[in-house]
């Protein structure tokens, strides 16, 4: 997963502007815990990893900016050939944040972008449209949705 590189600082605070409304937009906001479609705790902007309580809208923001720059880096580490390309790694920051760096790391895009085949891994995030509910792995049309939008993004510049 990390390879202990150094990670460029221009490339994580340019994916950050882009990273953390993309996610927003997608996450949705509730300040009172509730359980995802997948039957996870969540708050926020989908956070999972902090108390389940109520938190303000202002708490929520800075969770959601942390917890972005928190995804950003290991997935620049995880994939160097994007960490200088902000709508790359703004897009895959984004699916990482919903489905955790280890399964980003071990993803299609992470290694077609390691290739340095960046339409490739673009189109890679398209692969993860699916969720277990009740039990059963399936197509949900919102991540459909997420990773058009996700590969909009990531396909800036390349074309």
Do not use: H
């Not at 995880?78 to 489905?99: G, K, V, W």
Request: glycine share 10%; proline share 4%; charged share 25%.
């Amino acid at each position: 997963m990390a390879t202990g590189k150094k990670v460029a600082g221009g490339g994580i605070a340019a994916a950050l502007v882009l990273a953390v409304p993309l996610i927003a937009s997608w996450e949705g906001k509730r300040n009172d815990p509730y359980i995802d479609i997948a039957g996870i705790p969540t708050v926020c902007y989908g956070e999972t990893r902090v108390a389940m309580k109520r938190y303000s809208d202002q708490q929520c923001r800075d969770m959601l900016e942390k917890a972005v720059k928190d995804f950003a880096e290991p997935v620049a580490r995880c994939t160097p050939a994007i960490a200088d390309r902000p709508y790359q790694l703004a897009a895959a920051a984004s699916l990482a944040y919903n489905i955790g760096i280890t399964a980003y790391c071990g993803s299609t895009a992470d290694k077609r972008f390691d290739q340095r085949n960046f339409a490739g891994g673009c189109a890679g995030l398209k692969l993860w449209d699916k969720a277990r509910v009740s039990g059963k792995l399936q197509t949900v049309r919102g991540l459909v949705n997420r990773r058009a939008d996700e590969y909009r993004m990531c396909m800036t510049g390349l074309t």
